[in-house]
């Protein structure tokens, strides 16, 4: 009987360190980069389009427990250039503040992910540009590749007002990014 019950326990038992070990993957400083495919889309009759994204992004993990966890993003970004009947509409600077929290398994992590996004714009046919503006929230999906390096998959969507433009526009904007990230 203990022949069964030893290799049981230690079994067990390793099972338990490597899932107290789940949030702490993820725990710490990180940084990397992203590519999305962003679509936006207004409230008027012209519609933005699509088109490629790239942003850098920081951020930090802190670990509640085996599984929780919460942590603190910043980004700044950019997309291709939309076409629309007045040119094309450029993002040019784009920056984002969100918190997020997540459940660490196997050295994976889904998470969700809440915050606020400020982007400034230009159309080429009609200067000045303008600020979009709003919040913005989505879930993704991270994976350790190694003890430091992860990649991920994310979807975000943001809801816009315009400053120095058109009173009554709106704007959305939803992406689907993949990125890489070093852990620190």
Same mark, same amino acid.
């Given at each position: 009987?203990?022949?069964? &019950? ?17 949030? @702490? ?13 962003? $679509? ?6 012209? !519609? ?10 920081? #951020? ?8 929780? &966890?919460?942590? @603190? /993003?910043?980004?700044?970004?950019? +997309? ?6 007045? #040119?094309?509409? +450029?993002? !040019?600077?784009?920056?984002? +503040? ?7 398994? !196997? ?15 230009? &159309? ?6 303008? /600020? ?9 999906? /991270?994976?350790?590749?190694? !003890?430091?390096?992860? +990649?991920? &998959?994310?979807?975000?969507? #943001?809801?816009? $007002? ?7 526009? #709106?704007? *959305?904007?939803?992406?689907? *990014? ?7």
């Amino acid at each position: 009987m203990f022949k069964f &019950i030893a290799p049981a326990a230690l079994l067990a038992a390793s099972t338990l360190a490597a899932s107290a070990q789940d949030a @702490a993957t993820f725990a710490g400083v990180y940084g990397g980069l992203s590519f999305g495919y962003a $679509d936006l889309q207004s409230n008027t009759p012209v !519609d933005p389009g699509a088109s490629t994204s790239v942003e850098a992004f920081l #951020g930090y993990n802190h670990a509640l427990g085996q599984n929780l &966890i919460v942590g @603190a /993003e910043l980004a700044y970004g950019g +997309a291709a250039q939309h076409s629309i009947p007045a #040119g094309t509409l +450029a993002i !040019d600077n784009s920056f984002s +503040a969100r918190l997020r929290t997540g459940y660490a398994f !196997d050295r994976s992590m889904v998470y969700a992910t809440v915050g606020y996004v400020a982007a400034d714009t230009s &159309i080429s046919a009609a200067p000045p540009g303008f /600020e979009l503006s709003g919040p913005t929230f989505g879930l993704g999906f /991270e994976q350790m590749l190694s !003890d430091n390096l992860s +990649a991920r &998959i994310e979807y975000t969507h #943001g809801d816009f $007002d315009l400053s120095n433009g058109v009173a009554g526009v #709106g704007v *959305s904007s939803d992406r689907v *990014s993949v990125g890489l990230a070093m852990h620190f």
